[in-house]
């Protein structure tokens, strides 16, 4: 687990592994599990693979809320469980309703991401951004205390997240992007689904232009 300080708010991330299944193929992932929060309360950011890790890292603190980018089984696999031994809510963009069904059954989320919407954990705002094409729900959480954006499998280091795939399309990705992550501040840390971390400056030659 690594942690960035920032005040009283810090990020952390654990490292899950699992596999991500897609389309009638299975591939071996670690992904990026994010804890946004102080001493007392976190909101976890994609629960993935393995809640006990995640519920270690919590380590006893209040989970305010269990907040899922988007709908692949490798970002929501481990947010039922989490969520049951936290009795915290999970939240998901209601485009991504027919990816959870298929890792969740009839157990939904408990409420809806929305674009514009403000989530708030240790004093610190969270504004939720729609930002399609990974997947048509995909979201990305902006905190602007801590200049860091969470962008799941959206936004990487290197350019786009994958569109190769159901649920995907490439030049909405790059709206996306384009008009919603390269318009935050250049020094804005990319928190991703998957590997290293960035910033939007560092991205923004790996995304077309329109």
């Known amino acids: 687990m690594t942690a960035a300080a920032a005040g009283s708010v810090r990020v952390e991330r654990v490292v899950t592994s699992g596999t991500f299944s897609l389309d009638g193929e299975t591939f071996d992932v670690d992904n990026n599990v994010w804890l946004i929060g102080d001493d007392t309360e ?4 994609d629960a993935a693979h393995d809640a006990p890790a995640i519920l270690a890292a919590v380590a006893g603190r209040r989970v305010v809320a269990v907040v899922c980018t988007h709908g692949h089984d490798d970002h929501i696999g481990a947010a039922v469980a989490l969520a049951g031994a936290s009795g915290a809510p999970v939240l998901l963009h209601p485009a991504e309703q027919e990816l959870w069904q298929t890792v969740h059954g009839d157990r939904k989320p408990d409420a809806e991401l929305a ?3 403000r989530l708030s954990v240790a004093g610190a705002e ?3 951004l729609h930002t399609p094409g990974h997947t ?3 979201c990305s959480l902006y905190v602007p205390s801590l200049g860091a954006v969470f962008t799941g499998d959206t936004l990487f280091h290197g350019g786009p997240g994958a569109t190769g795939r159901s649920y995907s399309d490439a ?3 790059v ?3 384009r008009d919603r992550l390269l318009t935050l501040p250049d ?3 990319v928190h991703t689904g998957h590997g290293a971390h960035t910033t939007v400056a560092a991205e923004r030659p790996h995304v077309p232009t329109a």
Do not use: E, K, N, Y
Not at 42 to 45: A, D, E, M, P, T
């Open 136 to 138: 048509w729900g995909s």
């Open 187 to 189: 020094d804005t840390v």
């Open 126 to 128: 969270v504004r939720v």
């Open 42 to 45: 976190v909101l976890v950011v």
């Open 171 to 173: 030049p909405t990705i």
């Open 115 to 117: 674009d514009g919407m």
């Open 175 to 177: 709206a996306s992007i």
